[in-house]
């Protein structure tokens, strides 16, 4: 069992950065791929940003690279994503997941994902 708990959503200007953190509970945490998803309102729930379960391989979406950069210390349970640049199209709750995978792998889907935050809201405003 793996428990995720997300901070550092909040409101900030066009342009300006936030940095996310995950933290999770259990001594487990290095067998799981994580990632980071949004959802805006009416809109379906995308990845954002997956690592891998030693930090070596990772993904971003399209409308991210070169922004946004997700870490994770091993040590501390935690995966970050530093978002830069913001853009109001940001704007969404982020959810930390946690997929039971093995080394080296990502995931891409929802469904690939065992453990889930409760999500934090981001909002970037012109």
């Known amino acids: 069992q793996v428990q995720l708990v997300e901070s550092g959503g909040g409101l900030v200007q066009a342009g300006g950065s936030l940095r996310l953190s995950c933290a999770a509970s259990g001594r487990t945490f290095a067998n799981y791929a994580m990632g980071w998803f949004r959802q805006a309102p009416g809109k379906e729930r995308d990845l954002v940003a997956a690592i891998s379960r030693n930090g070596i391989n990772t993904y971003y979406a399209d409308s991210v690279k070169g922004r946004f950069t997700i870490s994770r210390d091993n040590a501390k349970i935690t995966v970050y994503l530093q978002m830069n640049s913001l853009k109001p199209e940001d704007t969404a709750v982020y959810y930390c997941?946690?997929?039971?995978?093995?080394?080296?792998?990502?995931?891409?889907?929802?469904?690939?994902?065992?453990?889930w935050g409760q999500g934090t809201q981001v909002t970037v405003s012109l």
């Open positions: 997941a946690a997929a039971r995978t093995f080394q080296g792998a990502l995931g891409y889907r929802p469904n690939e994902y065992d453990y």
